[in-house]
């Protein structure tokens, strides 16, 4: 009796498989595909965070954040010492040292502010985008912002401008990095 059923259940599954196939669909159209085979979508492996959910959330950090379209093209890797020159190269050398060895080391408690200054072209916003890819890959919260931009969300706030309830510079606060 059980061999009938199976030959009969086989039977359907390939009338099933025909009917897909007739219609333009591959035989294995209804069986569940995972995005991730690791996890199977699940996000955890073990108990552990999978690398699927790390990159989604390391990519929704780069949206929030602001910093998305910068980081494209402006990270370590892209880094170029060649317009530098002399001395120059030489100090550019040094403070690249130290903003990777700043983001790498982030822990968004102990770390200091840092400070660029300078004239148009020597690489600020490269290097703080390179620091905010970083610092996000990391697991950190950052929010990628001008000062104009933070400085209008404040005064919004402060005199009565925000739409009520609203409060714009929360996340000025609530961030584990501000790169301004």
């Known amino acids: 009796r059980i061999r009938r059923i199976e030959e009969g259940n086989a039977l359907l599954m390939e009338a099933g498989n025909e009917i897909l ?3 333009g669909y591959p035989e ?3 069986a569940v595909h995972y995005e991730c085979d690791i996890c199977m979508d699940t996000g955890f492996v073990g108990g552990k965070m999978c690398k699927c959910l790390r990159t989604a959330l390391n990519y929704a950090g780069y949206e929030s954040s602001g910093v998305l379209k910068l980081i494209e093209k402006q ?3 892209t880094f170029d010492l060649k317009y530098y020159s002399g001395n120059e190269q030489q100090n550019m050398m040094r ?3 130290r903003t990777r060895a700043y983001a ?3 822990d968004g408690v102990t770390m200091r502010n840092l400070l660029f200054i300078g004239t148009t072209g ?3 916003t490269h290097l703080s985008s390179a620091i905010a890819k970083v610092v996000i890959d990391n697991g950190y919260d950052v929010v990628y912002e001008t000062a104009q931009n933070i400085f209008a969300d404040f005064e919004a706030e402060r ?3 925000a739409p009520a309830g609203e409060n714009r510079t929360a996340r000025y606060f609530n961030c584990d990095l501000l790169i301004m």
């Open 21 to 23: 196939r007739l219609n």
């Open 95 to 97: 403070i690249l040292s």
């Open 104 to 106: 790498s080391e982030f």
């Open 28 to 30: 294995d159209y209804s």
């Open 159 to 161: 005199f009565g401008r």
């Open 122 to 124: 020597l690489g600020k």
């Open 75 to 77: 990270n370590f890797e």
